[in-house]
């Protein structure tokens, strides 16, 4: 059986350093690809291309450049394309996927923004989008499911922690996600140090 008819469910255990790096126009025709499939988020589409089709970087390697791109000020999603790109074709590399991630959504919108100023107000339409946002949810909920499996195949227990400390703290207590974070990075980074070093004495 060819690897490209294996289950889509198994992930790749193959490092993103044995992958031939692909070019310019690779990266932004993929981003694009995403963008435009992307219909109630990217990221969903952005993991299976990267993690699953392609095979650019494992499931470990996506969820900690996610992790870092989560971290900085911006998109989530945009800020994963610059990093991914810079990582693999330098600076270029990283235009290239801003590029396609945003050129072809960008170019829709502005047509189905005209359109919208004009039909906004009919009550089908209406309806459309709240099922269409429903939809978005289930994807968002799916692809968080699927980027915490190396996380409880691993069963650290301050990961686990710290990931529900941190939902606990955003989502049910509303504490500024600021001040969430000022907490949550040097806490992680800490106590991810602290486990390493243990490790390797």
């Known amino acids: ?3 490209d008819s294996a289950p889509a ?3 790749p255990d193959i490092p993103a350093a044995r992958v031939q790096p692909p070019g310019l126009l690779a990266l932004f025709l993929a981003f694009a690809r995403m963008s435009l499939a992307g219909f109630g988020g990217v990221l969903v589409f952005a993991r299976r ?4 089709q392609h095979r650019w970087m494992t499931a470990d390697e996506f969820n900690e450049t996610f992790a870092l791109c989560h971290f ?3 998109p989530n999603i945009v800020n994963l394309s610059m990093v991914f790109g810079a990582r693999l074709r330098g600076i270029a590399g990283g235009i290239a996927a801003f590029a396609g991630l945003l ?3 960008t170019l829709i919108m502005t047509v189905l923004a005209i359109i919208y100023a004009r039909f ?3 009550e089908v339409l209406s309806r459309i989008l709240a099922g269409i946002s429903c939809a978005a949810v289930g994807l968002l ?3 968080v499911f699927r980027m915490m499996t190396p996380l409880l195949k691993r069963m650290e227990p301050i990961a686990l922690l710290l990931m529900l400390g941190v939902f606990l703290a955003i989502g049910v207590v509303r504490l500024p996600l600021q001040a969430v974070l000022l907490v949550a ?4 980074i800490g106590a991810t140090f602290l486990l390493r070093r243990k490790v390797a004495a």
């Open 1 to 3: 059986m060819s690897p």
């Open 9 to 11: 469910a198994q992930e």
């Open 49 to 52: 291309a990267i993690v699953e």
């Open 72 to 74: 900085l000020p911006g």
């Open 103 to 105: 050129l072809p959504p």
């Open 120 to 122: 906004g107000d009919v």
């Open 141 to 143: 909920i799916a692809v």
């Open 185 to 188: 990075i040097p806490v992680s």
